[in-house]
């Protein structure tokens, strides 16, 4: 018999008295409670609560009482397979596993460069895991494909903050929680994503001196049920909402002048956007009433202190980064930021996402570096000992939606997935499959269970799971546990951690002066190492230690010799890490996802001030219409985490949420014929799926599904995946996949009308049209690299290029300073064509078209006169940008390439086209105005 227990706040779960206690956290959700496993024999018996810890203070949710059950499991992995000619996987060796591993990896990188070998890890591995993978797949492999599926939950977080302060990494702290005036939730609810935290502020809402809230959500949760003001928009307008009430409270001078003035950049601009954002116009876009509205911006403008959420219904929504930065802008135009009480957390979704991202395993480098910034990579090569060349930081990673597609395309031949299930988790499920299924596809999954992943996978690898190894996470609050091992892996399974660690020595990895890479080999050592690495860094761990972090609380970082015990919220000095030597990322334009380059940014330098960024409210790419007349969109319920792997093999939580349902509005059931519990189909444009119908307090057009449903424990055989119905696209600048918003159709099975069926049709004409572009494109495809021809693309641009030049000195005879200056501009575009010789005879060189075609349609004839010139210059910049654009794209292959003779090479070209566009844009600018202006 179980348990649960309340003793001294502690809350705890027993089935059996342990004969020990080990320290650990739970990895179920964000929040990061600390708690202690209890063991008998070998054998997990039950957890209990830390008192003692920041974080829950000895309180555990649902997941973390009942969530260990999944280490018992007779469905857990406890050897290698892999896949025979029968096309079924079969038990293996780790010996002959690995090697199949390293002999593909090899022959891939020999054959097509380490461009063709992916990783997409997970939200629940330790630092250590992540340090040691991010080691490998970055400096060992040297791959620029690396993401987790914290993209799908987290990756907008750590963007929103980025374009803000200049870099990740969560300002507020939860003790924040405990004093502020008010809370300001938009998209997170909170009751269900991370319940510890719900009981946090429901302490205080129940208390002597309870806090307002304000919640944002088209459903009425059960956080928005507690909410002094629920607004409940459309979906896919939060950009509007918060341009709202960022106006309203702008206009009632419910803002902190002093430090706007000094300690921002942008007011004016955000305050030109968000003015045309009336109560009216809010109304318009989102169905907010304008009074609701009005209330929300009094409660939020008036309170003293403030906290401000934000998680999924913001991440995964229209305009996801752009809405995220607005919810940093309030805080920030009240002051409320740095000190008790007043804070932002941008939420996780999984409970090790912060450190997916500090490490560098989900888009970024170790210790939120700047891949663009030659110093931070230098210095990042100096605490590795490589060479700066191994490391790919010539352009941004590849997101896993791009792998999927470069996957689709035949480019990404192997993709290695750790503890995630992408065949359940990413949008598009039956595309999703089939790219995984290719035979093109070398598939390695590692996991604790046979997901519907590992099912398609080429081999197998068994993985420890939570509470059978050693390591440490951080929290959303940056708080740092650690979590002991408290009993061994089943069969044959091993860490993650030793997973990665066979790999690299079975690869050979070394450093520069031949030692073996990663330098370590225990996670102590790893752990060891990355305090090291994030010295000075924004994220700095220097100052903890296993031993510190064991018998107590968990510590917050940054934590260093100047404060050793933890640092409570960042920015309390009110100096944000936006100075152009510093900063994380130079930017992006919120609406377009257009980068901000290097030196736009530092002729701009924010130099310590937080940039407050507008950002105009644009609709969602797809939204209702006849055929498809519902607003669709995806969550989460508090018994499940993620896809169920481990939550689903636990029967007290699986028997609190066994199957996926769909909520609908009570209006929208009764004119549907829907009753509570009745199957009923919903349908998108990519599928159909069928569940139960749940009446509920969601807006009238709208319908919620959980995503968390598969098929490995499905015995109905119907469609269930939320995600078979989501759609492919992503936030611009976050990369974050859109599962919050799709058009959809609610019917009983099998009734169709004639116009729903053409709808259909028409979706899935679309469907196979794509494939079939894809299929006549790959059978014209001729497998090959293809730097050959951007050789010749840039070696016949820059001679048409020449050529341009030299007839408009021609036409323009008399224009004597314009001569001498195309003369010069033509004689640099002929050095670079003989700085590339050597390299034509490298690669090969396959000659085009094109640039020929564009000069002679751009000069068809003599233009006379200073209008004549002014258009002449004007087209010849128009070459020049094809010699840059093909210049780019080279630059790019020098260095996937490595070759550093090219890359040598094609900067000195760069320079000499620099100095192309300068003269061209200087002569522009001086003809310009009397040529245009006055008559002649």
């Known amino acids: 018999m179980s348990c649960i227990c309340l003793l001294n706040m502690v809350d705890e779960r027993l089935i059996a008295k342990p004969d020990k206690w080990v320290q650990s956290a739970c990895v179920l959700c964000s929040f990061g409670c600390g708690l202690d496993i209890g063991v008998k024999d070998g054998k997990i018996v039950g957890v209990r609560g830390r008192a003692e810890d920041r974080v829950n203070k000895g309180r555990l949710g649902p997941k973390g009482l009942h969530g260990w059950i999944a280490n018992e499991s007779r469905e857990r992995l406890t050897h290698p397979l892999i896949r025979k000619p029968d096309g079924k996987l079969h038990p293996a060796s780790w010996d002959e596993a690995m090697n199949i591993i390293v002999q593909r990896t090899k022959t891939l990188i020999d054959k097509y460069t380490s461009g063709s070998i992916g990783f997409y890890s997970t939200g629940q591995l330790f630092i250590e895991e992540y340090y040691t993978l991010a080691m490998v797949g970055h400096a060992g492999i040297g791959t620029n494909h690396m993401d987790g599926n914290t993209r799908l939950c987290t990756a907008t977080a750590a963007a929103s903050l980025r374009e803000t302060f200049g870099a990740d990494g969560q300002p507020g702290s939860y003790t924040d929680l405990d004093t502020t005036e008010c809370l300001l939730v938009i998209g997170h609810n909170m009751a269900n994503t991370q319940t510890v935290m719900f009981m946090r502020v429901l302490d205080r809402r129940r208390g002597s001196n309870p806090p307002k809230l304000v919640v944002i959500d088209p459903r009425k949760t059960q956080t928005a049920s507690e909410a002094d003001v629920h607004l409940a928009p459309r979906i ?229 799971i939570w509470a059978e190894k050693v390591g440490t996470f951080t929290n959303v609050d940056r708080t740092v546990h650690i979590s002991h091992k408290a009993i061994e892996p089943p069969g044959e399974a091993r860490s993650d951690f030793d997973i990665f660690i066979d790999f690299a020595r079975r690869m050979d990895f070394r450093d520069k002066d031949g030692n073996q890479f990663p330098p370590f080999n225990s996670p102590e050592e790893a752990f060891d190492h990355w305090r090291e690495c994030s010295r000075g860094c924004i994220c700095d761990y220097s100052a903890i230690s296993y031993e510190k972090l064991t018998g107590g609380s968990g510590i917050q970082w940054p934590c ?202 028409a979706g899935k004409a679309v469907h196979q049209a794509t494939q079939l572009a894809d299929k006549v494109m790959g059978a014209a495809h001729v497998e090959r690299s293809r730097v050959a021809d951007y050789l010749g693309l840039l070696v016949d641009s820059l001679q048409q290029f020449s050529e341009a030049c030299s007839t408009v000195s021609l036409h323009h005879f008399v224009e004597s300073e314009v001569r001498a200056g195309l003369t010069r501009l033509s004689i640099f575009s002929k050095q670079s064509i003989t700085e590339l010789k050597p390299f034509v005879a490298r690669y090969g060189v396959i000659h085009q078209k094109e640039p020929k075609k564009l000069r002679e349609s751009l000069f068809p004839s003599v233009r006379p006169g200073a209008f004549g010139l002014l258009r002449d210059l004007h087209e010849l910049f128009v070459l020049w940008s094809d010699v840059h654009m093909s210049l780019m794209a080279l630059m790019q292959a020098a260095l996937q390439l490595r070759d550093k003779e090219l890359v040598w090479a094609l900067g000195l070209i760069h320079e000499q086209t620099e100095r192309q566009k300068s003269w061209l844009t200087t002569q522009v600018k001086h003809h310009a105005g009397q040529t245009l202006v006055v008559p002649s």
């Not at 939120?368 to 230098?378: A, G, K, T, V």
């Not at 359940?424 to 590692?446: H, T, Y």
């Not at 644009?618 to 989460?636: A, I, K, N, Q, S």
Request: proline residues 6%.
């Open 236 to 464: 896919g307008t939060n950009v509007a909402v918060l341009n709202g009430l960022l106006n309203l409270i702008i206009e009632a001078g419910q803002i902190d002048m002093g430090f706007i003035a000094k300690h921002t950049v942008g007011f004016e601009k955000l305050k030109e956007v968000v003015s045309k954002y009336t109560p009216e116009r809010v109304e318009e876009i989102t169905g907010i009433p304008k009074e609701k509205l009005r209330e929300a911006a009094r409660v939020v403008g008036s309170a003293k202190s403030l906290v401000s959420t934000a998680l999924q219904g913001v991440y995964q929504s229209n305009q996801a980064t752009a809405a995220a930065v607005q919810l940093n802008n309030i805080n920030l135009v009240r002051g409320m930021i740095g000190k008790p009480g007043c804070g932002i957390l941008q939420m996780n979704g999984q409970p090790t996402a912060q450190n997916n991202r500090e490490t560098g395993c989900n888009g970024e480098f170790p210790g939120f570096r700047n891949w663009d910034n030659p110093e931070h990579m230098e210095d990042l090569a100096a605490r590795w000992n490589i060479d700066p060349a191994k490391y790919p930081h010539w352009g941004p990673a590849t997101h896993i939606m791009q792998m999927m597609r470069l996957a689709e395309l035949g480019s990404l031949r192997m993709l290695w997935v750790i503890c995630t299930n992408p065949a359940v988790s990413l949008p598009e499920l039956a595309r999703i499959r089939k790219i995984l299924e290719s035979k093109k596809l070398f598939l390695v999954v590692q996991d604790g269970f046979l997901t519907e992943t590992a099912e398609l996978a080429d081999i197998v690898l068994p993985a420890a």
């Open 560 to 761: 260093m010799e100047s404060s050793p015990e933890g640092t409570e919220r960042l920015y309390s000095n009110f100096v944000f890490p936006t100075k152009a030597s510093r900063c994380e990322f130079w930017g992006h334009d919120l609406e377009t996802g257009a980068a901000t380059t290097k030196e736009e940014y530092k002729a701009n330098d924010p130099d310590g001030r937080a940039i407050l960024k507008a950002a105009e409210y644009h609709p969602p790419l797809e939204v209702p219409d006849e055929t498809y007349p519902f607003w669709f969109t995806t969550g989460r319920v508090v018994y499940q985490f993620h896809t169920r792997t481990k939550t689903g093999r636990s029967e007290e939580l699986n028997a609190a949420a066994p199957d996926a349902f769909a909520e609908l509005n009570a209006e929208d059931a009764a004119r549907l014929g829907i009753k509570q519990g009745e199957l009923i189909e919903i349908s998108t444009r990519r599928g159909s799926i069928r569940v139960p119908a749940a009446i509920g307090e969601i807006e009238p057009g709208h319908v919620f599904v959980p995503f968390h449903y598969g098929y490995w424990d499905d015995e109905t055989g119907r469609p269930r995946a939320a995600n078979e119905l989501t759609l492919s696209q992503w936030d611009p600048v976050s990369k974050q996949p859109y599962f919050k918003y799709a058009a959809a159709r609610i019917s009983k099975p099998g009734l169709h009308t004639v116009k729903e069926k053409l709808g259909d049709a």
